[in-house]
T-cell receptor, first 113, second 112 residues
């Protein structure tokens, strides 16, 4: 069965510093990978997705993620964070077009002034 | 375009009561799903559907029922509410395949 592990429950980072949020998945087959963001008291919105092709995926708000098949990872990065990036970030995986979508437990990003 | 709508936004139930959380989408999406969100647990999949008449269990299906009689609607039924079902419930929909999921605004349920 597929599963998603987000290794950090909380990540504090200073404003304008770079950040990496880690995500590992378990699957023996090809997967589709997603990162979602949830701002305080709001629903979820898509940041970016990996379907196939280039392993570096660019999303909204300056975020990007790199798919690494050998390490079964899909880490999210931003070179310089802003206070408005304060949110919870969720990694998700889908095995194939007819399958369910499973989420990780989330990582809270705290931006320090 | 309404997207994914959920009703009610807030609900308080007593232990043992039953209720239905409503979810509707107007994007003609085949895939619909229900998640619950609890602190430190992320989003856990309760049930999902890949089309009208087809439903399947997710990670935490116990205590919940679903049906999918139309493409647009995917109600979630709590048969006999328990305090452990206190949570925020999100409904989501997408086209089948690689498309992103679109989430509703959520229903905050408290069971006392």
């Amino acid at each position: 069965a597929q599963s998603v592990t987000q290794l950090d429950s909380q990540v504090p980072v200073f404003e304008e510093a770079p950040v990496e949020l880690r995500c590992n998945y378990s699957s023996s087959v090809s997967v589709y990978l997603f990162w979602y963001v949830q701002y305080p008291n709001q629903g979820l919105q898509l940041l970016l997705k990996y379907l196939s092709g280039s392993t570096l995926v660019k999303g909204i708000n300056g975020f990007e993620a790199e798919f690494n098949k050998s390490q079964t990872s899909f880490h999210l990065r931003k070179p310089s964070v802003h206070i408005s990036d304060t949110a919870e970030y969720f990694c998700a995986v889908r095995l194939n077009r007819d399958d369910k979508i499973i989420f990780g437990k989330g990582t809270r990003l705290h931006i320090l002034p | 375009n309404a997207g994914v709508t959920q009703t009610p936004k807030f609900q308080v139930l007593k232990t043992g009561q039953s209720m239905t959380l409503q979810c509707a989408q107007d994007m003609n999406h085949e895939y619909m799903s229900w998640y619950r969100q609890d602190p430190g647990m992320g989003l856990r999949l309760i049930h999902y559907s890949v089309g009208a008449g087809i439903t399947d269990q997710g990670e935490v299906p116990n205590g919940y029922n679903v049906s999918r009689s139309t493409t647009e609607d995917f109600p979630l039924r709590l048969l006999s509410a328990a305090p452990s079902q206190t949570s925020v419930y999100f409904c989501a929909s997408s086209r089948l395949g690689t498309d992103e999921q679109y989430f509703g605004p959520g229903t905050r349920l408290t069971v006392t």
